[in-house]
């Protein structure tokens, strides 16, 4: 019963009090040093920007002539190059995303601990976290010092950073999997290959499918900064144009993209609405 | 129950029947047709004989890049210090713009449905739709090199990714409670702060970190285009080929970026 005299106890004290707001944090030395290191680091991160004000304020009419140039994009005076940039970023895209999901299926099954022996779960972790802290563009500058300039480089990058991100999301799908599907499909004397098959993959079919759709929107996405480094695809296009000042073709492959992006989004909705 | 009849006049059970597999083994054949000509067209594009030295060309470049120039880690501080500031104070101005416009786009707190939802689903999906690279290119352009085109392309492309996330949220709140407050005369302000905000603020803390995370990640590369950070000194050691350069840079934004996620999932952790 010391609860309720607790209560009692806090009540009596608290009343002819008004009501305040409860704390976010709720231990008051941590909220103090937060918010003291909070200011002190904002006032350390201000004093060492430099800020040319004098170029940026040269630089808004520029910005300005970009927001205009997006109220009549210019899609014919490069509309070779676009197309060409636009194609291998789809090609990279597809194949990619292909590759990549080839590839992670057997790491995630690899990667899953209530599945994989203890080695062989190590190495596949030690694989996803590799791809996953690594930035493509990182991954992108070194494939292209390594296999030359061209799609090939960018298609083994975004295939390599498809597999921690798709790797590590359906590992984690098949630890939370229904045990009782799997071992019912075991008990009936199945080898390993038709228990993956017939008690894992069905449990782990819309996860799979939700995230190859998503990771293509993202590896298309990618896919148009590769160029900036040399690996293919619209970027370089992209690049050339900004070099040249000229923003009616920036807009032009900047609507482009948002169009396709938007577009995938939509598609991977109804694709993941059907799935569920 | 799709089945067919083996030869010992057995029925044997099938995931599909007749239609469904010739349609299944269509798709694939679809998939595979597609596949093969994207590929054909990559291998076109490819110098294969380059392909064939790739082994050697590794060897001779991992090389050259170890063991990293440790001395070279006392010009890093400057820059190391620059990528945290952009990630930082970028995804500190995306929360501040990110919170009006998930307001505007949220269906149940929009201030109207026909002008301000569109308007604000139109600005998350363009800012989230452009990689960061991009418009640190476009924002070094008009701003000019430096720090803050870094600062302002990591803040807009974070609005669309933070705002999506807190507008999902904000419609997945309990209206229960925000009637209560109104139930008691409260102002909108203070259904807002009373009703709304208690009930978002852990999501919203969630959002901050593992944008901040990502935006540590994006800022470390934000200077090969000039906009600052540590991408700047690997720029420059990439164009000299000063490789024992480059992999101790690498090998500090592979700890910057280890760092921020272990301090990213710790904080998550503690708030959910």
Redesign the interface.
């Known amino acids: 019963m010391s609860g309720s005299v607790d209560i009692g106890v806090k009540l009596s004290s608290r009343l002819g009090k008004p009501w305040r707001k409860p704390p976010f944090i709720n231990s008051a030395p941590l909220r103090w040093t937060l918010l003291i290191g909070t200011v002190v680091y904002l006032i350390l991160a201000f004093s060492s920007f430099e800020v040319n004000w004098s170029r940026v304020y040269a630089g808004l009419e520029r910005g300005w002539r970009f927001i205009v140039a997006f109220s009549q994009p210019d899609f014919t005076s490069r509309s070779s190059d676009i197309i060409e940039g636009m194609t291998e970023s789809v090609i990279m895209t597809v194949t990619s995303t292909v590759v990549g999901i080839a590839i992670s299926i057997p790491i995630a099954l690899g990667a899953a601990s209530n599945i994989a022996p203890m080695p062989i779960y190590l190495a596949c972790r030690f694989i996803i976290s590799i791809s996953r802290a690594l930035n493509e563009i990182i991954v992108a500058i070194l494939f292209v010092a390594i296999f030359g300039f061209g799609p090939l480089a960018g298609f083994l990058t975004l295939s390599f950073a498809t597999i921690g991100f798709l790797a590590k999301l359906l590992a984690e799908d098949i630890e939370d999997m229904n045990k009782v599907q799997a071992e019912a499909v075991k008990s009936t004397g199945a080898s390993w290959l038709q228990w993956v098959n017939f008690g894992v993959q069905p449990q782990i079919m819309p996860r799979l499918i939700g995230l190859s759709i998503y990771r293509l929107d993202i590896n298309f996405r990618e896919s148009a900064v590769l160029g900036l480094v040399g690996a293919g695809g619209i970027g370089a296009t992209l690049n050339t144009a900004f070099d040249r000042y000229e923003f009616g073709t920036v807009a032009a492959i900047l609507i482009i993209i948002i169009v396709v992006v938007m577009a995938l989004e939509y598609l991977s909705g109804i694709i993941r609405a059907r799935v569920k | 129950m799709p089945s067919k009849i083996n030869s010992s006049g057995q029925k044997v059970w099938q995931v599909r029947d007749r239609n469904g597999q010739l349609l299944n083994w269509a798709l694939w054949m679809g998939?595979a047709i597609?596949?093969y000509i994207?590929?054909m067209?990559?291998?076109d594009?490819?110098?294969w004989f380059?392909?064939y030295d790739?082994p050697r060309?590794?060897a001779d470049?991992g090389g050259r890049a170890l063991p990293p120039k440790w001395e070279y880690i006392t010009k890093l501080g400057k820059p190391i210090?620059?990528t945290l500031?952009i990630a930082?104070?970028g995804t500190m101005f995306a929360l501040i713009m990110a919170v009006p416009i998930a307001f505007m786009a949220a269906q149940n707190t929009t201030p109207s449905k026909l002008f301000a939802r569109p308007l604000a689903l139109l600005i998350i999906?363009?800012t989230?739709?452009?990689?960061s690279?991009?418009w640190a290119?476009?924002l070094v352009?008009?701003?000019?090199p430096?720090?803050?085109a870094g600062l302002i392309a990591i803040s807009i492309r974070s609005i669309g990714f933070c705002a999506k996330l807190l507008y999902e949220a904000i419609e997945e709140i309990d209206e229960t409670q925000v009637e209560a407050i109104r139930a008691t005369g409260g102002s909108g302000w203070q259904v807002m702060v009373?009703g709304i905000v208690p009930q978002i603020?852990p999501a919203f803390?969630g959002i901050a970190v593992f944008r901040w995370d990502i935006n540590i990640?994006?800022s470390?590369?934000l200077g090969?285009?000039g906009a600052g950070g540590i991408g700047l000194q690997?720029q420059s050691s990439?164009n000299i080929l000063a490789w024992p350069q480059v992999s101790l840079i690498?090998a500090v934004?592979?700890v910057a970026?280890?760092i921020g996620?272990f301090v990213s999932a710790k904080v998550r952790g503690a708030i959910i």
């Open positions: 998939a597609i596949f994207s590929w067209k990559i291998s594009q490819t110098t380059f392909v790739a060309i590794a470049i210090w620059d500031n930082t104070l999906v363009s989230r739709s452009v990689n690279l991009i290119l476009l352009s008009i701003v000019g430096g720090v803050f009373y603020l803390a990640r994006e470390t590369v090969l285009v690997l990439l690498l934004i592979l970026v280890v996620e």
